[in-house]
């Protein structure tokens, strides 16, 4: 593995009792929701991992015990290093700091968690809907969300369908 | 030279109102831009130079709805898009005629979910669905000539 | 269901300033429908005189809920899901999904798969960058370039139709090689279009790049520092338009990049003309690409022969029964994939494209997330624009090379 992931892994078990995992190659630290700014500041200001690549959720439905997780990716452009991180979070309306002041454009990586999967981001300035309309109800990434799903119409059930379906007159 | 040698002596060529006016319509009928997704890029090579529409009177795409007739619906309508289709065709003069362009126009396609009409006939009255993910420019021309000979088979009764 | 969706100015009262309460500056609507947003995007600009004091940009208007719907489907059969998403990129999307699950699954991939994979990579770049040029230069007014760009992309999408079987969507790369071989014309296909499309190339040089009203409306608009493209996350070529080096294909090569060589365009100034500058010797550079790959093209097969993921060619069907088991398993249920999360990120024309799949020991894939790069970079809108005036705008649009299908997936 790499020198630098492997001071990074290590001082931030030290300083934050993070744990590591190593899944096909690439390195992955669980950081509590509670300490995820400071190790975020951390690797951004010591160990030079500026870009903040990709931000997104997990649902782990019907597990309760994390319900999800939040799956940050940081890539550091001078030694062309990743590395990703993990928050486990508990209950149907969890919520974790913001990472906003450290990498701006979490900005509306976050925006669309809340949207897609309803966690709440502490401290963000403009948590609001983006991918879905306005008035949506629901969030729906999340596993007890249904597809929505329409039914196909064949030949043996074509007039029950097409009766049922919603066609728009002039 | 065909018209000459009816207009004989006279100088005058008797017709339907019907032909009349369905010929003006289908010659110079313009669409409205509105292309939403991957058939939208089929849409602009078929505009191109290699499968020109310009031939078939389409030279332009009005961007304003108000100045349009056609409307080629190409690519997948989201819930969050539908209202804003409806108020744009609702924003176009008559005569207008609506082609659903591609599958998710047609019926949703490969999506079958919570974000996406299935079928913009749902929204809007279609009057021909041309097939295909996307369709080829050839197949969208196919479509348009279609909707050429609807229109001309239109009678007094039909019209606005 | 279709009632009016609005937002209250209350909402979004935050994001505006005072002067638009006062009656000071203008609230405009670039809404949805319009010629040069490149697809369905609302812009919210306040406007003082011709003046953009902010832009607001509201997406969600093509969001297709495909990362839910691949979650409904085997490994395999999502792939068909994924060429939609960056609709000019097709073969970039499927590319990068397929080597999340041979990541994922420790799938091997041939030498000749990866070295075909690269060259179909390179010319979907090449297409992409015609369209940009295309619709760029047609909102600057500069009509002739848009006819000529599309005319070429006409050429690469013979070549993809050949291969694949489709223009756009073929689907052609799957989970441990590729669908089937090249056909026997495609090499006499890239050879003449590697012959032809240089002068090409300076055709469109020779009509924008000194040309004065093209500067006029690219110098100087948009300037993205150094630092900001960084702190705000952006890649691609926007990145390397302000000086950042970086590359993906250099820095964490994929799929045999790193036997080929090329150089990677890097400006300095940061506005509409470095971008334009960089994506158009990007082109030049694919070229080389394709150049090498093509000679140095390797024979063998085109698919990983591991039958628990890969189903077998039909001809073995008729004679041989593990042929016969695996290709019902694989087609009916499909493979199982172990419990755990990988990320893979390659390059796209628009920057860093990015897949996190996970399993979850089943056959339907846990979570896929996509990051794409139009998403991130549409972000720094509203940094580029202020000051600039509306028409302004249009270029800068045009400059951000988003695709609506990449922004709201």
Not at chain 1, 2 to 17: D, H, I, P, S, T
Not at chain 1, 106 to 113: K, S
Not at chain 3, 219 to 234: C, F, H, M, Y
Not at chain 3, 389 to 401: F, N, Q, R, S, Y
Request: charged share 25%; net charge negative.
């Amino acid at each position: 593995m790499n020198e630098q992931l492997q001071n990074a892994a290590q001082a931030l078990k030290e300083k934050f009792g993070t744990e590591m995992v190593e899944f096909r190659g690439d390195v992955t630290l669980i950081v509590s929701s509670e300490k995820i700014v400071e190790v975020c500041r951390t690797l951004r200001d010591e160990f030079g991992f500026e870009l903040l690549a990709a931000q997104t959720a997990v649902d782990y439905w019907p597990e309760l015990e994390p319900r999800f997780h939040v799956i940050y990716q940081l890539y550091s452009l001078a030694h062309s290093v990743r590395i990703g991180l993990q928050v486990p979070l508990q209950g149907n309306a969890p919520s974790v700091a913001t990472i906003e002041s450290i990498y701006p454009n979490a900005n509306w990586h976050e925006r669309e968690i809340w949207d897609m999967f309803g966690i709440r981001f502490d401290g963000h300035s403009d948590l609001r809907r983006i991918l879905m309309p306005y008035d949506w109800e629901g969030h729906p990434l999340r596993k007890d969300y249904p597809l929505g799903y329409e039914e196909v119409q064949f030949t043996f059930n074509y007039d029950e369908i097409d009766r049922r379906k919603p066609y728009a007159k002039e | 030279m065909g018209v000459e040698q009816k207009l004989g002596n006279m100088g005058v060529v008797t017709l339907k109102l019907e032909q009349v006016v369905n010929w003006a319509r289908t010659n110079a009928m313009w669409p409205m831009l509105f292309g939403l997704a991957c058939c939208a890029i089929e849409m602009m090579s078929a505009q191109a130079a290699n499968y020109d529409m310009s031939r078939f009177g389409m030279e332009l795409m009005r961007a304003s709805p108000r100045q349009s007739d056609l409307m080629i619906v190409a690519g997948r309508v989201s819930r969050k898009m539908a209202p804003v289709l409806r108020r744009l065709y609702d924003q176009m003069p008559d005569p207008k005629w609506v082609i659903a362009m591609g599958d998710c126009a047609s019926c949703g396609g490969v999506f079958n979910n919570y974000a996406i009409v299935q079928g913009v006939d749902e929204v809007v009255p279609v009057d021909v669905y041309v097939a295909g993910c996307p369709p080829r420019p050839e197949a969208l021309i196919h479509g348009i000539i279609t909707l050429h000979e609807k229109v001309r088979g239109e009678t007094i009764k039909e019209w606005a | 269901m279709f009632e009016k969706t609005e937002v209250t100015l209350d909402e979004l009262r935050h994001l505006i300033s005072d002067r638009a309460v006062e009656g000071d500056t203008v609230l405009l609507n670039m809404g949805p429908q319009h010629p040069s947003t490149h697809g369905v995007l609302r812009l919210l600009l306040e406007l003082d005189g011709e003046v953009v004091i902010n832009c607001i940009p509201d997406i969600g208007f093509l969001h297709t809920g495909i990362e839910k719907n691949m979650e409904a489907k085997t490994y395999e059969k999502a792939d068909v899901m994924t060429d939609r998403l960056d609709y000019l990129n097709t073969v970039g999307n499927n590319l990068v999904y397929c080597m999340a699950v041979e990541k994922l699954v420790e799938l091997d991939v041939p030498l000749r798969a990866q070295a075909i994979r690269v060259i179909l990579t390179e010319l979907q770049r090449i297409a992409s960058h015609l369209v940009w040029l295309g619709t760029h230069a047609l909102d600057l007014a500069a009509m002739s370039v848009f006819l000529y760009c599309f005319r070429e992309r006409e050429m690469i999408l013979d070549i993809l139709e050949m291969c694949g079987g489709q223009r756009m969507m073929a689907t052609y790369f799957r989970p441990g090689g590729l669908w089937r071989d090249v056909p026997v014309e495609f090499e006499d296909a890239v050879r003449h279009f590697l012959k032809a499309f240089p002068a090409r190339i300076d055709e469109y040089d020779a009509l924008l790049t000194k040309n004065p009203l093209f500067l006029e409306r690219t110098r100087k608009i948009g300037v993205l520092s150094r630092e900001d493209a960084i702190r705000w996350g952006v890649t691609g070529p926007i990145q390397r338009a302000s000086g950042v080096a970086h590359d993906l294909r250099k820095a964490q090569p994929y799929s045999g990049y790193e036997q080929y060589d090329f150089i990677v365009p890097v400006q300095t100034d940061g506005d509409t003309y470095a971008r334009y500058l960089v994506r158009m010797e990007e082109m030049r550079q694919s070229l080389r690409i394709v150049q090498q790959a093509l000679d140095k093209l390797p024979y063998g097969p085109v698919r990983s022969n591991n039958r628990k993921f890969v189903p077998p060619p039909r001809s073995e069907l008729g004679t041989s029964m593990e042929a016969l088991i695996h290709h019902f398993k694989l087609w009916t249920e499909g493979f199982n994939a172990p419990k755990g999360g990988v990320y893979v990120a390659v390059e796209s024309p628009r920057g860093e494209l990015g897949v996190y799949l996970e399993g979850n020991g089943g056959p339907n894939p846990h979570r896929v997330y996509w990051r794409t790069p139009s998403f991130v970079n549409l972000q720094i809108l509203p940094i580029l624009s202020k000051g600039h005036l509306v028409a302004d705008l249009v270029a800068l649009i045009g400059t951000v090379d988003i695709v609506l299908g990449d922004v709201d997936r």
